[in-house]
């Protein structure tokens, strides 16, 4: 991670909401944060907690209607992503900011070679000759570690395996040298060798190539692994955000807490059944008005029925939005978390 240097991305309270027969399903609400050059921010939380759709809404590929944008700045390089228009957006798409899709199977299109899938964003964001892509292209499966490039371009995706398969999509993420990357759980469907593999190849390519990484995943042990901070979602928002190492010695949110109690250890006698958080993530109806983790959370009072806790600062570069102090173990003196401008710093 490069410090010092001002964020490549910086997201102000973005809000997403889906239209539904039932009425309005607020995905996302005020979720602010930044991403440094360099960095490797990893994202987790429950399925449901909102981690892709925050992730999606940056580049706006959810569809349109149910999607509904309710406010909020994207900010890469300088410009509002939320203010582009189409072909802007489809310029940095692929170009500025690269996305690797959770299914490969499904992302990649089943009647084109992979040549035509890798070919396409470098001629169409890069104006490269057929030739050139072709080139390009075959310099790309080299990259990720596919072996025998040049005779492997002329192959369909049901031709790879489901390794192979997400080596293509890492591809066709870096094809024209984006400076973020926003990998959507990229390993799940992956047995553990594989995964192993892929996580090296990312680590391997950051190096070289310097570009800032969105980790989102479910998984606390690759998270430990690879990044240099961690965004705790739940609900629809950011619950704790804090470097990679003070989350796992010092979690300051009840869920984070409860997250890495579900953890199995390695170490010790075998424990008799898996920890698990009780209860259902919820369904956010409508804008939060109190804690959303309320109802799991046994450090509930009085307080987290009456308001939606802001962030609060809990040490150098970590803030947790929760209204139970763990240092003192009892309920939090301040009146106010993080000012708005300074939530995503």
């Given at each position: 991670m490069v410090t010092g240097q001002r964020p490549i991305l910086s997201?102000?309270?973005l809000n997403t909401a889906f239209r539904t027969r039932g009425g309005y399903v607020h995905a996302v609400n005020d979720v602010?944060?930044?991403?440094?050059p360099g960095e490797l921010l990893g994202v987790v939380g429950e399925s449901g907690s909102g981690k892709s759709v925050t992730m999606m809404s940056l580049i706006s590929i959810l569809p349109s209607p149910p999607a509904e944008n309710?406010?909020?700045r994207v900010?890469?390089?300088g410009r509002d992503l939320l203010k582009l228009s189409p072909p802007e957006l489809r310029q940095v798409r692929g170009a500025g900011i690269g996305f690797i899709f959770q299914d490969p199977m499904t992302s990649l299109n089943p009647v084109f070679t992979?040549?035509?899938?890798l070919m396409e964003p470098l001629r169409t964001h890069m104006g490269m000759s057929r030739d050139a892509a072709r080139t390009r292209a075959r310099e790309l499966l080299e990259l990720v570690g596919i072996p025998d490039a040049a005779r492997r371009l002329d192959d369909y995706p049901h031709q790879f395996s489901g390794g192979m398969r997400q080596r293509v999509m890492i591809a066709i993420a870096l094809a024209c040298d984006p400076k973020v990357l926003i990998a959507d759980e990229p390993t799940t469907a992956l047995d553990v060798t594989?995964?192993?593999?892929i996580i090296e190849l990312v680590r391997d390519l950051r190096r070289k190539l310097g570009m800032a990484i969105i980790w989102i995943t479910h998984d606390l042990g690759v998270i430990a692994g690879i990044a240099d901070r961690v965004m705790v979602m739940y609900g629809g928002q950011i619950?704790?955000?804090a470097p990679v190492r003070e989350l796992f010695a010092r979690p300051r949110h009840p869920y984070t807490r409860a997250l890495l109690q579900t953890v199995p250890s390695v170490r010790g006698e075998r424990a008799a059944k898996l920890n698990v958080i009780q209860g259902q993530p919820p369904i956010v109806r409508d804008r939060p008005k109190a804690c959303n983790f309320r109802f799991r959370c046994p450090y509930r009072f009085e307080r987290c029925d009456a308001e939606n806790p802001p962030r609060f600062p809990v040490g150098p570069a970590h803030d947790a939005a929760c209204f139970w102090d763990f240092d003192r173990d009892s309920p939090r003196?301040?009146?106010?978390?993080l000012p708005r401008e300074a939530a995503h710093a």
């Open positions: 997201v102000e309270s602010s944060f930044d991403l440094r309710r406010g909020g900010l890469f390089e992979i040549a035509n899938q594989i995964q192993a593999q619950v704790e955000m003196l301040e009146a106010r978390g």
